[in-house]
């Protein structure tokens, strides 16, 4: 008998309303789909929980949260593995965080890429199938650098947060731009506080010429050129080569909201580089999102990368609450304003800008994937997000077969 093990991948899903009674046509096929398959994960891009958490002052973008029953409806859906490393995963802070684990669990459902500490966030979720077991591991490059989950030492606990994939970003100047940068900086004293804390050992001397919180070298032309953390890197290696020895397939998912010059199409390097390392180290798959539009699909040595899935679920004008900062940015407060809605509208100005006039964020894909000794081959499922009403909600165009 072939030893097989089935899984579906699905991109963000920004859930922030309860899922219908009874499907459509279009999302009970969806759902039948997952429900089918070894293991339906996703990107919950989103905390659960019942305002047990404070709002963060620098929120993912807006304050995404959704009632625990929404996760019930989830996994009803036919989901039961999630990634919960993303640019929203501290919109309530610690304690937004803490209570989104803690209905996760209580529901019994796998998660990865947060934790109480880093040694939890960059920990493997297993998902325990009837062929063999799966490890998802989850990271992401999107975030504020409170989110990041800390160490614990023999002193004091870690820090709850995300596991974080930091990375440099070295901007390439020709000498006129970059002489003229530097006479900039010296004019302005943008770099005083830093230069300052040099000389006084709280920062490290750097080799790159630092304007602002970027880093310029003199070279021939005017580029960019990123790289990912090395001790990031590692961290995900090490918890690769672990799950090496009791795991048939490993995934890892990467959140990432970064591209390459100004088209959200394109993957940066060092998201691309980091995908690779991972494979190379034993990873089977690499799973990417969070632009909120789809990119493409590549073999690489023995794996596979989804270089971006796109959405599944997007609620994100459909938040029943918002923290009073999110009010203030579009220059109202809870008090004057009629609620959610009204700072929805500001923002996107009426529908004009933003995800909800990109059509590109309402195409997308879920993939479902056969995986065996001998391989893996696959599905691309492409569906369309229902816009009306804010629906959010996924519905299937056709299925395309890969390699």
């Not at 803490?98 to 493997?124: F, M, Q, R, V």
């Not at 789809?294 to 796109?310: A, D, N, V």
């Not at 923002?347 to 590109?360: E, M, Q, V, Y």
Request: hydrophobic share 30%.
């Amino acid at each position: 008998m072939k030893k097989e093990i089935k899984i579906a991948l699905c991109g963000d899903v920004l859930i922030s309303r309860r899922l219908p009674n009874k499907y459509p046509d279009s999302l009970q096929q969806i759902s039948e789909i997952l429900k089918n398959q070894d293991c339906s994960f996703g990107n919950l891009e989103t905390t659960v929980h019942n305002r047990e958490g404070y709002p963060e002052l620098f929120p993912g973008g807006s304050y995404a949260m959704c009632d625990p029953f929404c996760l019930k409806d989830l996994k009803q859906f036919g989901f039961n593995v999630f990634n919960t490393a993303n640019n929203h995963s501290m919109d309530y802070s610690h304690g937004g965080l803490l209570a989104t684990l803690k209905n996760l669990d209580e529901l019994g459902i796998p998660h990865c890429g947060t934790g109480k500490n880093l040694a939890e966030a960059c920990a493997a979720a297993f998902v325990e199938c009837q062929n063999g077991r799966v490890a998802f591991i989850g990271i992401t490059s999107s975030f504020h650098d409170s989110y990041a989950a800390g160490p614990q030492n023999q002193d004091l606990q870690g820090r709850p947060g995300v596991n974080p994939l930091r990375h440099t970003a070295i901007y390439e100047l020709d000498e006129k731009n970059f002489d003229d940068l530097v006479r900039i900086a010296s004019a302005s004293g943008i770099n005083s506080y830093h230069d300052q804390a040099r000389k006084e050992g709280y920062l490290p001397q750097e080799e790159n010429f630092k304007f602002g919180s970027f880093y310029f070298k003199k070279g021939f032309k005017n580029t960019v050129s990123t790289t990912p953390n090395s001790i990031d890197l590692q961290r995900t290696i090490d918890t690769i080569v672990d799950c090496k020895y009791s795991s048939d397939v490993i995934v890892v998912s990467i959140h990432s909201h970064q591209f390459k010059g100004t088209n959200k199409h394109n993957e940066p390097d060092f998201i691309n580089m980091f995908a690779k390392k991972c494979i190379d180290a034993g990873a089977d798959i690499v799973v990417c999102h969070g632009p909120h539009v789809t990119r493409g699909i590549s073999e690489y040595g023995k794996g596979i990368i989804f270089h971006g899935l796109g959405n599944f679920i997007l609620q994100h004008e459909t938040m029943s609450v918002v923290g009073e900062e999110q009010y203030r940015k579009v220059g109202l407060t809870r008090e004057t304003s009629t609620g959610v809605g009204n700072v929805i509208d500001k923002r996107c100005k009426g529908g004009t800008i933003g995800l909800s006039a990109d059509p590109d964020a309402w195409k997308s894909y879920f993939i479902t994937l056969s995986w065996t000794p001998n391989g893996i081959s696959y599905n691309k499922h492409d569906i369309v997000i229902c816009k009306e009403k804010n629906n959010g909600l996924p519905s299937m165009v056709d299925c395309n077969r890969g390699f």
